[in-house]
């Protein structure tokens, strides 16, 4: 790091340096997590974060935009490139903004919108009485099945029912791949305007690695720092202009102010890697290792949630044991990897307590992990499930565990 900071303000040089620590001795599984290139966050760190940029290229409300201009519509071009779709908005300051902006273009309040229940996987901004999707527009909710998969037959009743303006399809903890075809046949059957949000597996998406959205969905939005790996972020796509048009002043006057022009800068860099042929080797890479994750866990006795993964993460269920979520989170956590607690379909304890675990393989895959690391470090998380009141068990794991990632670098080598 740089020896501004150091000099300046040794108090958050040195947290920073903990955190730079804990990332490296820790083995990070949080599915929504990754780790970004020191090119994304050079970026992240440059001279745009000075400058306002109100508007779109060659539409600003500041002058001396010449440069935002050119970084902006770089990204766009990028991201349109990526995903194979006509309209980039790369402003949204997050995934959660990038969604408030797609109702905020297309619905009015009360509106009814139908998304995925957050028990049974969705996302709190998929119309949860908690956030404001929930609390501007009618929401209400499908979910998946015992089985721990969308049955979309049930999706097309419950869609007949409701009657809603807008279908959000996608998942936080879905392990499965989303049939976009069958929800557009759901959607037109009902009317809606569809809605794909791809926050978690967009970097799958653009691998060609899980299905595309486009072209069955109007409207797309995604993070840009889950499997994509770009900077802290969000982005909605669309194929359509005058929908284009809508967002775009949704986001900007309508829900935010300026853009973080450094971020879409680095939004960009993300973009250029995720356009060179060795993401698809990543991506490729982060589904076999979340299938070691799954195939490990089955076979020493655990259930996972729809028995198996499609994608980057593995729910696993404690529904059948007679600990939590939580008591796993916790006892992991001391073994030094990191999880999240979770509800699975069925769930009978609270959601800050829960029946599961979610999984993720995209941070430890971005650090040059592969089926072997994958296949030791599953064996641990059942070693430390299956004693997971032995605490002297859990600190000599976790040693083995930092000593292991160690041993994968994350910030002085290129990881791909
Ligand atoms: C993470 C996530 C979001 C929100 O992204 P933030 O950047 O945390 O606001 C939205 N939708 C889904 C499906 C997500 O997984």
Redo the contacts with the bound molecule.
């Keep these: 790091m740089s020896q501004f900071l150091k000099n300046q303000d040794p108090d958050i040089y040195a947290i920073i340096e903990d955190e730079l620590e804990r990332q490296t001795d820790h083995l990070e599984m949080i599915a ?1 997590e990754n780790f970004t290139s020191p090119a994304v966050m050079e970026a992240m760190g440059s001279v745009f974060t000075n400058k306002y940029a109100e508007g779109y290229p060659n539409k600003r409300y500041y002058g001396g935009c010449e440069n935002a201009d050119r970084i902006e519509q770089l990204a766009v071009d990028r991201a349109c490139e990526l995903f194979g779709c006509k309209f980039a908005n790369v402003q949204p ?7 408030q902006g797609v109702y905020q273009a297309l619905l009015k309040p009360y509106d009814k919108i139908l998304g995925m229940d957050l028990s049974h996987g ?5 119309g949860s009485k908690v956030s404001s999707s929930g609390k501007t527009y009618s929401s209400f909710f499908y979910g998946v099945e015992m089985d721990g998969r969308i049955d979309y037959d049930r999706v097309l009743d419950i869609a007949k029912i409701v009657e809603p303006k807008l279908i959000v399809c ?4 879905y392990a499965r791949e989303i049939d976009f075809a069958k929800f557009r046949e759901i959607a037109d059957e009902v009317g809606a305007i569809l809605f794909a ?4 597996i967009a970097g799958l998406v653009a691998a060609g690695e899980h299905p595309s959205p486009f072209p069955h969905c109007d409207v797309v ?3 840009t ?2 499997t994509l790996r770009g900077p ?3 982005m909605i796509m669309t194929n359509d202009e005058d929908i284009a048009k809508k967002i775009n002043s949704a986001i900007f006057p309508g829900i935010q102010g300026g853009p973080l022009v450094h971020v879409i800068a680095a939004k960009a860099v993300g973009f250029g890697e995720n356009l060179k042929p060795e993401w698809k080797t990543y991506a490729k890479q982060v589904k076999a290792n979340a299938k070691v994750i799954a195939d490990v866990l089955m076979k020493r006795g655990y259930k996972i949630v729809s028995d198996g993964t499609d994608n980057h993460l593995v729910l696993v269920s404690f529904l059948d044991k007679d600990f939590s979520g939580k008591d796993a989170d916790a006892a992991l956590g001391n073994a030094g990897i990191t999880v999240n607690k979770n509800t699975v379909p069925g769930e009978t304890r609270s959601p800050f307590v829960t029946s599961g675990i979610r999984i993720g393989s995209a941070a430890l895959t971005a650090r040059g992990m592969k089926e072997k690391e994958f296949e030791i470090i599953s064996n641990k998380i059942a070693d430390v499930l299956d004693n997971i009141e032995d605490s002297a068990l859990h600190a000599k794991i976790k040693e083995e565990m930092h000593a292991l990632a160690r041993e994968f670098v994350i910030y002085h080598q290129p990881t791909y």
């Design positions: 929504s300051h997050s995934g959660s903004q990038a969604n969705g996302h709190l901004t998929h996608g998942a936080s903890a949000d791809i926050a978690h939005s995604t993070t720092h889950k802290r972020g969000g």
